[in-house]
């Protein structure tokens, strides 16, 4: 996407990047369009798969339409000003803070946001506890999305034509993929089905031999973040030697 043999990570929040048209919209913007051998490693997880219980398929509810994933005319470039002008809400004295500050969040150039926090042990409980409420919370307002589970399906089958494509459940801590399993229980099965007869390799890291630390049940613990990495890629490897 950014050049020959780079990976860069085009994934934002729960909020700004559910599976849509305004997410579908934004990669076609930033893929070169006579790309036809690159690697797309899409992450897929119950909340991108929802919307608002009001009416989850009613487009005009979805807020990601009305954020910078849905507006923005451009997503590449070193800076983008139309971003930085239009939909940056903080001071931009923060920017230069972030650059030459030492601070524990720090966005690397292909696209991670490293997050380095100092937490003690007695810290670490009461933020999974925090986690698990905010979750449980948005679980009950929010069900499953016909039209972002099939805008999901028609994303794969154009990355398809752009390379290979690689579907994965990212690992989150146990009590939370336990609350998005309660959400949508089918969810696995039915997105294996789908790229098992399409030829697409799928894997759920939450079933990972793999023993993941979290900084707060969901964002990977940056030493951690480095073992899923070798585990993801070996697991590519091997799929890679057995075709």
């Known amino acids: 996407m950014k050049g020959e043999d780079e990976l860069f990570n085009f994934g934002f929040t729960v909020l700004h990047s559910p599976f849509g048209e305004s997410y ?8 070169f369009e006579d790309t036809t051998d690159g690697v797309f490693i899409v992450a897929v997880d119950s909340w991108s798969l929802c919307s608002f219980k009001l009416d989850p ?9 009305n954020l910078f994933i849905g507006k923005l005319s451009y997503f590449s470039g070193w800076m983008n000003f139309e971003y930085i002008f239009n939909y ?51 679980a ?10 099939n805008n999901f399906l028609e994303l794969l089958n154009y990355l398809k034509e752009k390379g290979s494509v690689y579907v994965i459940v990212m690992p989150v801590d146990q009590k939370i993929y336990e609350i ?33 630390k979290f900084n707060d049940g969901v964002h990977l613990h940056y030493k951690s973040s480095l073992a899923f990495s070798d585990d993801l890629a070996n697991w590519i490897l091997e799929v890679e030697n057995n075709n």
């Open 57 to 65: 398929n009613d487009q005009s509810l979805m807020q990601e339409n």
């Open 24 to 31: 579908f919209r934004a990669i076609q913007k930033k893929l």
């Open 180 to 212: 998005e399993m309660e959400l949508l229980p089918d969810m696995v099965n039915q997105i294996d089905k789908f790229c098992s007869s399409n030829a697409i390799p799928f894997r759920d890291f939450n079933n990972s031999d793999v023993t993941f």
């Open 88 to 138: 940056y809400i903080n001071s931009y004295y923060e920017i230069l803070l972030r650059y030459f500050a030492n601070n524990s969040l720090t966005l690397t150039d292909d696209g991670w946001l490293k997050a380095t926090p100092f937490l003690k042990e007695e810290w670490i409980k009461p933020i999974l506890e925090s986690k698990l409420r905010e979750y449980k919370s948005r």
């Open 140 to 149: 009950e307002n929010v069900s499953f999305s016909e039209y972002r589970y």
